[in-house]
């Protein structure tokens, strides 16, 4: 133990101390830098060294790390790719053959395959198909826009078909309304008058569809009843059956019939001259059909 007062002298470290710490000053030595890759010895082409100079690429490593990093970025190899033309070509047709042959374009417009719609003969898509392959459509486009098609035409038409035929409906009611209980009657002289023209019934009812049944039937049956008149029978029928529909009896029951009725008497002495002559002009075709051989006068029948 140390005296009060005295000093105390530390042991110097020796190697055998615990926790020795050794300081020192030297700086280890740096590596050199690897030496630039001389893409002389390459043997690249001018315009590759020119390329590896733009993407400052160091050296084959960057490369391919550039290789890989496109590859991923495209997620499809080279030939996969689609390349569209310079701003320059964009209206050339040419310039986009290989891109629509890449999307599935047919090589021909006849190559094309076209649903058709039942009954079609396929005149109109054979007259397309040549648009579709300067559009340049891929066949499964083409097959989407005919199918569409199909479908809007079938609708259009069964829409059409609708409204004809409730216009139809209606126009024969009127006309039912018109014509009375003489309906059946002049609508028989009506295709008969058809069928001495020589119409088939597919052309009768094409001239209803075109004028309407109302107009068609009215037309016929006022060129067929003047017929009718001029030479008093159907042709073929026997002599007491008229072209109107009417044996002579059932025309004298019309004439007796339309005395009695208020309505026709009205229209018989109307002020109204068309009226009137149509009224008086009935008369005189139902007399000429009742009484064959005597000239019908209105309001009365004078025997020759």
């Known amino acids: ?13 020796n190697s055998q101390t615990p926790n020795a710490t050794i300081s020192t000053d030297a700086t280890p030595p740096v590596a050199p830098p690897p030496a630039a890759f001389d893409w002389k010895v390459a043997n690249l082409a001018p315009e590759h060294l020119n390329l590896v100079t733009e993407r400052g690429w160091k050296s084959p490593d960057d490369v391919m790390k550039s290789y890989r990093n496109l590859e991923t970025a495209t997620g499809v190899p080279p030939e996969r790719l689609i390349k569209l033309p310079a701003p320059k070509d964009a209206n050339d047709p040419k310039a986009w053959n290989d891109i629509y042959t890449k999307l599935g374009r ?10 058709l719609p039942e009954g079609d003969k396929g005149e109109f ?14 066949q499964s486009q083409a097959t989407k826009l005919a199918t569409k098609w199909n479908d809007h035409l079938a609708t259009t038409q069964h829409a059409q078909q609708t409204a004809q035929a409730a216009t139809q409906a209606t126009e024969v009611t009127q006309l039912k309304a018109a014509w009375g209980t003489d309906y059946d009657a002049r609508a028989s002289l009506v295709d008969r008058a058809a069928e001495t023209f020589g119409m088939t019934q597919d ?14 039937m009215t037309f016929l049956y006022n060129i067929g009843s003047k017929i009718a008149v001029e030479d008093r029978t159907v042709p073929g029928m026997s002599g007491q059956s008229t072209a109107m529909g009417m044996t002579p009896e059932a025309a004298a029951a019309k004439i007796t019939s339309l005395k009695s009725d208020k309505d026709f008497a009205k229209l018989f002495n109307s002020s109204d001259t068309k009226q009137r002559m149509e009224a008086r002009s009935e008369i005189s075709r139902l007399h000429q059909l009742a009484y064959p051989g005597m000239t019908a006068v209105p309001g009365s029948v004078e025997r020759k």
């Open 1 to 13: 133990m140390a005296d009060e007062g005295t000093t105390a002298t530390a042991p110097a470290p």
């Open 203 to 216: 052309q009768l009812d094409a001239l209803k569809s075109t004028m309407g049944p109302k107009g068609a």
């Open 125 to 138: 898509a054979n007259t397309v198909k040549p648009w579709m392959h300067e559009a340049g459509l891929s």
């Open 106 to 115: 047919p090589e021909s417009a006849d190559k094309y395959v076209i649903p």
